[in-house]
DNA sequence: AACGTTACCGGAAACGTTTCCGGGGCGCCA
DNA sequence: TGGCGCCCCGGAAACGTTTCCGGTAACGTT
């Protein structure tokens, strides 16, 4: 049995294409009666418009694109963030009746070829990419072509929507925390790569210590890996003086770096105080639980909802939000700096 | 500017659109001169052809569609399981330049009603459809309907094309290991949803026990969270006699259990064995390490490919595979069992 | 009774592409 | 030189839908 059209459906009931088209889509002047006949009909017929049929026509497609890296070895926690934001946004956007799809870019593709291909086959209406970077052609492409669009993370020229993490605010408050607690030799460790997140980071954190006449200790740069952990490990051993407290704008790092100072006779929590950034179900369960800040995905999920949605409906007024965490201690950064003084 | 069509692209060549088109596709009879000088007159004015028009007329996509649920407690480890294989998918895919698409259907939807809502649009050319029970409505609705699928883990109806994880291998396998090393009361933990891969890890290691003339100690079914691990050490500890091994259908679980385990002082690795399943990054930084089985998850993409590619070309002799998996020996299973037969 | 208004519906064009069909050159052979 | 086949190319139909435009019937108004 072939696929039932819409010329099917409407054979079927004796009426026009036309009247059967404005029924299904409850617009224009079409009886209250005509509409339940067809409705019933079409779904006793098992009729859904076709995609392309309505896309080619509208001239919109109805969905929104989530591009995102899928570059495995730099994120290892990586899927469980998208996937909780996926469902919030989803949420959002279904009360609008539209669909997310997403588009993985794997690591041997070039994000921006991917990205202006999409564009240019028009696979969705709006885009959101994720892990911008400082300078960010993406932004300026959709910029360009007057593709609705909101990034997840700041970066790239000014003037367009983005919603992202509260990095500053996250990194003042940790080294307030810290400050509090009498540390003064603090450092700080995020990955090597370029990604905004990172930069932003590591920039609140110099201006807050900067507020205590302080600076960083170190600024230590590795791969956003367990094995990088292990290697901000050896680094830091190395110093002399030791910090007595180090950030860690990764929380993948805590493990090798948890477990090469376990090798090594140092405790965190109690040698040197540890803090990561946000928080994700495998931090309470390190020992010691590592300090992070913990924020609700999916809510941050709906927001992007909201702002995409509001983004195809007027190209005006680009929302740039901030989005705040709240702090979950763990024993990570209970140590006084006066019992990891006497490693230094 | 306008986006730019095939009829403003021919009438710059000053040729017919049907040449274009031939031109763009490489097929048909066109002499190489016009196809290199339509080449690069599109790559000039940037000519892609619409994808809703070239659906339309040639009612196939070419794209593919990899549906995942997106529950996000179930995957709460550092899990990049969909990432990777959808890297080797893509890599695999691209080589006849088909596309792949993620649909992520949340823990609000119905993955049944959401398949058929997709699979009525045509939104893609071929499924792989995950998180597969043990009677799925999803694999009799693509046989139904005719469309070429593959199921990333068995189960539903037979006959049709699927790739999956070695689990009775893998419990085999497991059991041997701790049978050899003496233990004969062996517990097994798993999830307590009917997802098909833990009912078949749960039977491989049913019959391996069978083999020497045991039976679990016990069958335990919690959800696959690090909190459920936690409330398996209590099930484990309420036991007596108590098992001298416990076997993990989903490594989540190892973290509640091993914090649980802690605060009652027995220890992973001396007073009980402990073995997962699925090797991810977490595991090798516990303590002590969990002994589990690795894969590599994008060559599993790239024969998920393959299987998908074969099943477009045609519906004949589908493929059913069953993927092997090597131990990643830990520090976890190292216990004799006459250290742990003390706590009974 | 004539006319304007309203509510509903049908016909047909349009969206952008691919592909079938036919036709014009051109070379080759008799 | 005529006929035949081959290589290219152009015209036009088709894919399935939405929407503009016009038209009919019913109804109320003057």
Redesign the interface.
Known sequence: MGRVGIRELAAELGMSISTVSRAMNSRGEVSEATRERVRSAAERL?Y??????R??RRGA?GTVALVMQ?N?AR??????FY??V??GL??ELSKRSMD?????V????DPYRYLV?AV????ADAYVISNTHRVDRRVELLTERGVPFVALGRGGPEGHAWLDLDFEGVAAETVERLVAAGHTRIALASDDGDVNSTWEYTRGCRQALAAHGLEPAAEIRLPD??EGGGLLAERLLAMAPAPTAVMLAQE?LA??L??RF?EAGVRPGVDLAVVGFRK???C??L?PALTTFAVS?EAYGRRLGEIVLARVASAKDPVQEVWPMTISPGDSDTAPPRVAERLG
Request: hydrophobic share 30%.
């Open positions: 098992g859904q418009p076709n995609q392309s049929g896309t080619l497609t899928t495995t994120t290892a926690m990586g899927e469980t996937f909780s996926c469902d989803q949420q997310l799809v997403l588009l993985p794997g690591p041997a593709k291909n240019d086959r028009h696979i890996t367990p993948t493990l090798g948890y477990r376990a994700n179900p495998v309470d369960y020992v995905l």
